[in-house]
């Protein structure tokens, strides 16, 4: 059983012998819950520096179910077009991290039968001397929020590059 709505769900199962006409059902009552977490992910990088790591999400639906996903927190519709492709409905609204370092940006939009590819990007302004832990939500209207769990590491900045000077 697979679902993308948390709530409860009814069902009933019967089971019939074709021989004897016999039958067996079950009536089901499940509840689903929110997804926990997808993954970890662990990005460490100097200050000022960017360290990029990519997500994949695939979307859980074939191409012959009509659906139509909408990036964004939302209510979803029951109006479903034939096109499987996650929109961006708003920059700011599809996705939240409790940490001001952390961009995310979409690199290839989900489809029916492939996944979609985001890019976390890391640039810490100070360095974090003890691993901090934060939370990156991707939100669908539809399929619901996708959660990953960031470990963030940084550490001062050296010297970047050396500068020669030649004096006549």
Known sequence: FATSYVGNIKAEIVFTCAKSNEYLFY?????????????TIYLSSK??????????????????????VTMG????????KKDVRIELRNAEAWW???????KLTEIKAIEANAEGVFEVEFRPLLPIVQEETV??????????????????????????????IRST
Do not use: F, M
Request: glycine share 4%; net charge positive; with cysteine.
């Open 73 to 80: 927190k939302g209510k979803a519709s029951s109006k479903a």
């Open 27 to 39: 009536k089901l009552n499940i509840r689903s819950l929110e997804a926990g977490i997808q993954d």
């Open 135 to 164: 939370l990156l939500e991707v939100y669908t209207v539809e399929l619901g929020v996708y959660k990953y769990e960031l470990k963030l590491s940084s550490l001062p900045s050296g010297i970047d590059k050396e500068i020669p």
């Open 96 to 102: 939240s991290c409790n940490s001001e370092y952390i």
């Open 47 to 68: 200050v000022r520096c960017i360290a990029r790591n990519r997500i994949y999400i695939e979307i859980p639906l074939s191409a012959n179910i009509p659906a139509k």
